[in-house]
Nanobody, 119 residues
């Protein structure tokens, strides 16, 4: 349901853009988000964007990362600038999706994409 792309190896101070598209026929999407799981740590929220466009960010990425979405493409993006080694981890997209008018919203997760920031 969620197809993520982007990521890879980048040098400290560099930039990366992640994309995640909701695939298949759906009725609507509520919020969309990105989470990060660093080596040996728990998965944590990086950024979230509501259907109305409101955003919130983890303190560690404020001012460096920007989340956005294209409703027509059912896609969420994460622009990551001024990257630091501590931004290294697997990034997972997450979305609250209503598949049909008769169903409840349900959370979906993407497969994860690795971002490695070298110093």
């Amino acid at each position: 349901q969620l197809q993520a792309s982007g990521g890879g190896l980048v040098q400290e101070g560099g930039s990366v853009r992640l994309s995640c598209a909701v695939t298949g026929n759906i009725f609507s999407i509520d919020w969309m988000a990105w989470y990060r799981q660093a080596p040996g740590k728990q998965r944590g929220l990086v950024a979230r964007i509501t259907s109305g466009g409101s955003t919130n960010y983890a303190d560690s990425v404020k001012g460096r990362f920007a989340i956005s979405r294209d409703k027509a493409k059912k896609t969420v993006y994460l622009q990551m600038d001024s990257l630091k080694p501590e931004d290294t981890g697997v990034y997972y997209c997450n979305a609250n999706v209503k598949e049909d008018i008769s169903t409840w919203y349900r959370e979906y997760w993407g497969q994860g994409t690795l971002v490695t920031v070298s110093s």
